[in-house]
């Protein structure tokens, strides 16, 4: 039986590589990609992936080339990979619909917002960062594919035991933090979230938390604005003859 050549192209994550151990083969800060084959078009049309939101993971699982664990993936590392999977497939230009007007960008003008490495022990995923108003110390990581999964399964539990509950902040940030004052316990960090973390300490930690993440800008200028802001990821950036 033939065997057919799939070209690939290597994606330099965000990350560098810099917060995954030394022994994970995320640490070389590369990814190799296939290119977008129609196998991968059943994936984007998979009405089944797509109501269980699921569709972008089960695509890059298929493109990934790398032996890798998915699950290790933070989520900026994982975006840049989408982009580079998106371009390889359609083309750099995107088109998109914001405040009623219409836009098109050149995704391959992306710039990668890399880590700072001042900031991180290599090999270590863990931020620190003292809370302006109550002062409390605390440490954080960059979720990755298995903190998502986790988050998501609590929050579907919680909803069951009240359809009315919307706790997404504080799950989020319950396994965001890994130690408040240098109590690492779960049960401490989780006692610290639901009662003595500040309103203004909570959005101060997450801003700090937007600077540290590295990620992919796709960003334009909406009409109106002098500040360049990231766009809307729709439907028709993986598929851009979707109707």
């Known amino acids: 039986m033939s ?26 800060g590369k990814v190799e990609v296939k290119y977008m084959t129609a196998k991968e078009e059943d994936i984007l049309t998979n009405q089944s992936y797509i109501q269980k939101g699921i569709v972008v ?29 998106r371009i390889l497939a359609y083309g750099g230009e995107y088109s998109f619909t914001y405040n009623g007007h219409s836009y098109t960008i050149d995704l391959t003008e992306s710039e990668s917002k890399y880590i700072d490495e001042s ?49 997404d902040l504080t799950t989020r940030l319950k396994y965001t933090l890994t130690s408040v004052n240098g109590d690492r316990e779960a049960k401490t960090v989780r006692n610290f ?15 700090y938390m937007k600077q ?21 990821i729709t439907a028709n950036f993986l598929y851009p003859d979707l109707d």
């Open 57 to 85: 993971d089960k695509l890059l699982q298929s493109l990934i080339v790398s032996k890798i664990n998915y699950d290790d993936l933070i989520v900026g590392d994982k975006n840049a990979i989408l982009v580079a999977a």
């Open 212 to 232: 540290i993440q590295p990620d992919v800008l796709i960003q334009f200028i909406p009409e109106g604005g002098d500040e360049p802001i990231q766009a809307p």
């Open 193 to 207: 979230v639901d009662t003595a973390l500040l309103a203004r300490d909570s959005r101060a930690l997450r801003e």
């Open 3 to 28: 065997e057919f050549k799939m070209p690939t192209e290597v994606v330099e994550l965000p990350s560098k590589g810099l917060i995954y151990p030394e022994d994970n083969p995320l640490s070389s």
């Open 119 to 167: 900031k991180i022990t290599k090999g270590v995923n863990e931020f620190e960062f003292t809370l302006p108003h109550s002062n409390n110390t605390i440490t954080f990581k960059l979720v990755n594919g298995s903190d998502e999964k986790k988050i998501d399964a609590e929050l579907k539990g919680l909803k069951k035991i009240s359809k009315d509950a919307s706790p």
